[in-house]
Every structure is written in C-alpha cells, then in structure tokens.
T-cell receptor
Framework: NAGVTQTPKFRILKIGQSMTLQCAQD?????MYWYRQDPGMGLKLIYY???????DKGEVPNGYNVSRSTTEDFPLRLELAAPSQTSVYFC?????????????FGPGTRLLVL | DAKTTQPTSMDCAEGRAANLPCNHS???????VYWYRQIHSQGPQYIIH???NNETNEMASLIITEDRKSSTLILPHATLRDTAVYYC????????????FGDGTTLTVKP
C-alpha cells in the first residue's frame, strides 16, 4: 500500500497561472479531503468528498475546484493563482466507518505563488 | 462541531510523561474527541480518539473528564521524536466534512 500520494511535492506559480494538485489513495477509502496549512497555523479544510461523484465545500473553498470521478483520485484545481494561495496543501482520506473516522494524510504539496 | 482550546506551546523533559490538555466545553453528546499530531510539516498523524471512556493505545492515553468538557492526551515516556504540533479535534464521527484542526499545541521534548 502506498497510502495517500500527492504530486508535485513543490511548485512555484506566477500570479494568474493555473495548476492541478494531484492526490491518489489505494486504500479504497470513500472519504477524501483537501486542506491547506499556512505557516505556523493549523489546517483548514478546502473541499471534501464522501464518494465518487460527490464533493462539498469546506471552510475555505474560494479560488479552488475539485472533482471526484473515481474512488482513488481527488485532484484540486487552482484556476487563477494568487499570492494568498501560497501554502502547504495536504490531501487526506478515510474509511466511512462510523466508529473510527481516522484520516490518513499525504506528504503535502508546497505551493509558492509569486 | 465544538470549538477546542489548547495551550500554544509546552515543554517536556525526555523520558517524562507529557500531558497535553484540551478544553471543549461546548461538546455535545455525539461528538468524539480526536487527537492528531504533525511532525515538522509532514501530514498529520492520527494518535487516538474517544467518546467518554478513557482510551489507551500503543502511542498514548486519552483521559476525558466525566462532564466531557475537557480531555488530556498523555504520552507516557516522551522522546525527542515526539516533538510536534498536537491537535485536539472534537466532532461527530460521521461529519467528515467538518474537521477543524485549529492551531494546536507545539510540544517540545528536551534532552
């Protein structure tokens, strides 16, 4: 099991550029999440998905889009990059088990928007 | 989800027990207490969770007060590798989209 994988590890974008952050999991988890973490701060939920074809907004969805066409993949799209989107982005997944909603996190993608 | 309050930072001597408190005075009956930690910008790692009974696993113990308004994560014999940011999260187990991590407690284990 590779667990949760994220690509790229690091990226520099110019203002106004777009990019897609990739996330994949091989644990057959239904739930997947995208968080961002600004320096010295906690994680903030951007979007989440409870299954293929179903996505919903978290705390800070503005400026981002997601899709979930398969159980395994949950890409995050930035359409018009802004300096405020400079952050570390974490993808996570979990079982839909009611009793133990443990989230497994990927290694993160560091994004710098200049 | 209930809001949590944690101290910004704590120190602990290596080999001693680290006791990390969390206040969640607005917790409701169906909300669980979860603890995660994040070591140096890696992805957060699940530690333990509980509803109202005390819990123990290979990593830590979780003590929840009888009124459930606060809890304490105990690392029984802290090592230097336990230096991390520890997050206390309170939420309904099925409410996956409402996970709020907050700013956590930075635990520094010193030799």
């Amino acid at each position: 099991n590779a667990g949760v994988t994220q690509t790229p590890k690091f990226r520099i974008l110019k203002i106004g550029q777009s990019m897609t952050l990739q996330c994949a999991q091989d644990m057959n988890h239904n739930y997947m999440y995208w968080y961002r973490q600004d320096p010295g701060m906690g994680l903030k939920l951007i979007y989440y998905s409870v299954g293929a074809g179903i996505t919903d907004k978290g705390e800070v969805p503005n400026g981002y889009n997601v899709s979930r066409s398969t159980t395994e993949d949950f890409p995050l799209r930035l359409e018009l990059a802004a300096p405020s989107q400079t952050s570390v982005y974490f993808c996570a997944s979990s079982y839909s088990d009611l009793l133990k909603e443990t989230q497994y996190f990927g290694p993160g993608t560091r994004l710098l928007v200049l | 989800d209930a809001k949590t309050t944690q101290p910004t930072s704590m120190d602990c001597a290596e080999g001693r027990a680290a006791n990390l408190p969390c206040n969640h005075s607005t917790i409701s009956g169906n909300e669980y207490v979860y603890w995660y930690r994040q070591i140096h910008s890696q992805g957060p790692q699940y530690i333990i969770h509980g509803l109202k009974n005390n819990e123990t696993n290979e990593m830590a113990s979780l003590i929840i007060t009888e009124d459930r308004k606060s809890s304490t994560l105990i690392l029984p014999h802290a090592t230097l590798r336990d230096t991390a940011v520890y997050y206390c999260i309170v939420r309904v187990a099925t409410n996956a989209g409402k996970s709020t991590f907050g700013d956590g407690t930075t635990l520094t284990v010193k030799p």
